[in-house]
């Protein structure tokens, strides 16, 4: 969700008004709470790259009392480019990395336990679908939270119940990759 | 270290249906305010545990534990006042008698417990009102949706005030969204009450409502996580 | 297009599929065949005792129950006793048809989604339902023409039709009564389909209403066909006028069986203080006409009991009193013992009915209450339930059915000018007190029923 997009989910931030960097670093991370939380750094680069391309400029400065901040906002071009993004369908995943599937062949390559480590792999999941579970089922959890925490689960439960197929055909995979 | 003693515990159990042996020696604690998650595919004998522990089933060998008494010491009367007043049960669906409405429904276990009926349907209400079905109290469970309907049978499980919830699939013939309102809903129930859930599930996310989670394997709790 | 050998071919298919259907179901649908054919042999065995005696005309010399059937007037009171046997009869393949009927009605549905035609699963259910009756009906008589050459070496024409009339319309009036019974479900097979548990929502047995007033018609007839030969005996309008006495009052117990299980739902679901009050209450406003046939029938007996009770007090006391008798004392006590016996006869085929259509209504539940019990409902509160559905809604019909037949027998004593015998007020308190026996030899099931194995399906 973060590298293929941080432009235009920051474009994004931007449409309902100017903001500066550190603001916007606030409203990314409150507004998708389950995703990896924006690095300082990657929010100046990416703003500075936004302006370099024409898409946003800078309006203005703005102390606050504070230290002096750089106000930012969206271009028409940026505006334009942003109602193009959004509606982009996003390809579905066509190259899927299963690091785990990897594993599970390299561990019956190399005369390892596959199903242990599947088994290990499978605690660590429910371990993280615990933590989201919780995390969605608080009391004060606003719907935000809620359908970003979802959107994680769902894959995670995809990737156990991936799991817990592999390990009841472990035997006839063996088999097979050893044949190979 | 050492732990608290459960407040439930199996040790052991096995049990055959006819000639299909659905438990073969499982052993399984459940502390108190604790929700714990069985998992297990389809046959591993979930339900045959979670009858065994609930009073609902003997064991064949093994023995069960509860608050310090041995359920199969005792008679077939006191359990079944064990389950009317300190245990709570919510199946897939079915355990709503469709013939009452769902306030009388919950109302059930209070006039059971010698309230009247005025003051047991009180309470139901409160309870239904809690799980945000207070609107559809009139209704019977034909004429509730799915969600609906096991919500008031969260209400019904609850509404004696029980130490232990054994809930087998309660969103087992729900879709997700209503599946998560009843899930959210029990969660918060149990954790303020501090009633303890045994929750019978093969979804893993439903499961993850659990602080625990333990799976069975052909009638026995499987090792979680644990590398050789 | 639809040519003969096609229709032949189709229905030796559905012959084919009802007889696979049945073998490979469960116990409940073996019961229901076996109660089905017993019902349809009683049903046989009285219409053709009946059908019998009618085909005789004017005086005949009847070596049985001391010349009573020898007189066109007391047979067809003999024969209007024999039809009216039909009407507990009914009322038994009544609840025998619930018995695994909800099994049944969803295996039907599924093959209605499997893409058969409404018309081949008529025919389906009909053959299993006609075979049924078919077997019941052709034991029976056998059995009955056997013993009919061996007491009328023999018999006449008409009473050869009758006989092959009767032995031919209890199938097919079976067969169609299985084809009328799943109207609903030919109509909407995802509605039976997806439909879990038992739903009310029956009329007051139509079928059954049906089945009285045909029997009703066939005794007026038979009445008015036998009995005209008899101008002088005194009383030769009695019978008919009891008929329409009973028929009133039957006809009425039918709706009041209803109507009371429905008001005593209603009052009770709102002031029951006890479980299992309020589950029986509940039921009964649910589903007020499940037991209504069989109330019907009971209701009906407990009048012609009250009633015959009080007539053959009366009668009694006139045979022994009086002294210028027409024929000795025996010919009436043997015409009241055979009357007194068809009413036993027929309470207990009732009492049958019903404890057939208590077991039913339990074992269409077992699910559900397995899993009362599993939440800790006494059995004991499952089981006081229960007898609850059968006492609350009969107790008022009981009582209305016990003062219409006080009333016949108080009317037949004041028309002779006797005391009126009281002691018959005891019937429907005997009637009432034999349908809760009834109703709980079904306890024992219930024990079977809340078995947690019950929990494992689904």
Redesign the interface.
Known sequence: MLGMSTRHILLGLLASGPSHGYDLKRRHDDRFPQARPLAYGQVYTTLQRLVRDGLAEVQGTDSDGGPERTMYRATDDGTHELSRWAAEIAPPAPFVANEIFAKVVVAILSGG?PA??L??Q?????ER??E??AVK?A?AADLATVLSADYA??H??AD??WM?TTAARLTTLTAEVDAV | MSKPVPLLSASGLTKTHGRTPALRGASVGLHAGEILAVTG?SGSGKSTLLHCLAGIVRPDEGSVTYDGRRLEELPEKRLSELRRTEFGVVFQFGQLIPELTALDNVALPLLLAGTDRAGARARAGEWLERFGVRGQQDLRPGEMSGGQAQRAALARALVTGPRVVFADEPTGALDSLSGEQV??AL??AARESGTAVLLITHD??V?????R?VQLRDGVVA?????? | MNTSPVKVNSLRSDLRLAWELTRGSDRGEWWRVTLTATGAALATGFALAAVVLASLRGSYDVPYATGLLDEPGTRSGVIVGLLLLLVPVLGFLGQCARIGAVHRDRRLAGLRLAGATPWQVRRIAALETGLAALLGSAVATVFSVLLLLRVWGRPNALAWLGIALVAVAVPVLGAVAGALALRRVVASPLGWVRRLGPRGGRGPGLLFLAGVLIVAVMALLAVATTSTAAPNRPNGELPLQLMGVVLAVGAGAVWLSGATAKATGRILAVRARSAATLIAAERLRDDPWSAARTHAAVLLVTVVGTGFMGIRQVLSDVVHTSRNLAEPASYYTTGLDLTGAAVVIAFAITLSGLAVGTAESLATRRRGLAAQAAAGVPRSVLGRALLLETALPLAPAVLLAGLGGIAIGAWYALLGDRPVPWAIALVPLAVYAACLLAAATSLPLLRRSVRPGELRYA
């Open positions: 336990d242990a480590y088994s290990a499978r605690a660590a999941h429910m679908m615990r989201l579970t089922a009391k689960l769902n995670l439960d156990l119940r817990s | 595919a899930m959210t969660v918060h893993a996310q499961a993850a409502y659990a602080d989670e090792p979680l996580g644990v590398t050789a």
